[in-house]
């Protein structure tokens, strides 16, 4: 069966600091893999998606870039991290095809800029 | 454009009350469209979905019927727990993403 593994699950930083969170996904091949950001009260915003190895689509500019180095690996980073990065962010996979059976998230990590 | 309007929350129930979650959504063509859970601290969990028109997903005890005529997919319940207190994301899928509302807090009292 498919998993999805995000970690870490909490995290503390302080701003000007970088990040690198990962998420992998284990039990499927070239997976779409999507990152989000849910801040505190809000809904959810799409940061990146990835349809394959080396091929990132950004959704919204800001101080935060990913990328995909394996076929199941996604990584979400910042060279310097502002007090507007904190929040929780989600890695998702979609099985296919997508309209059947939707996202499949990660446990989140919550991320704290001081 | 494509996007998907949710009803406001907080939406606060007393235990065994009957709960409604309206959601309409706006696109071309005929998305599948989706129902999402998140649990305090946790990742979203899908809880239903539906393909195609006059479609029922179900699960847990929720339901919600795909009305193309309304263009909405309401999320219901019959008797609510206090271990259904979470966020609610009404969602569809458009060019290989999925688009979500904004979601709605529901509590529920004992």
Redesign the interface.
Known sequence: SQTIH?WPATLVQPVGSPLSLECTVEGTSNP?L?WYRQAAG???Q?LF?S?GIGQISSEVPQNLSASRPQDRQFILSSKKLLLSDSGFY?C?W?GQP???Y???????T?LTVV | GNSVTQMEGPVTLSEEAFLTINCTYTATGYPSLFWYVQYPGEGLQLLLKATKADDKGSNKGFEATYRKETTSFHLEKGSVQVSDSAVYFCAMNRDDKIIFGKGTRLHILP
Do not use: C, H, I, K
Not at chain 1, 102 to 108: C, K, P, Q, R, V
């Open positions: 995000q779409n999507y809000r809904g959810l799409l998606y349809v989600l998702a979609n997508l309209a059947n939707g996202y499949t998230f990660g446990s989140g919550r």
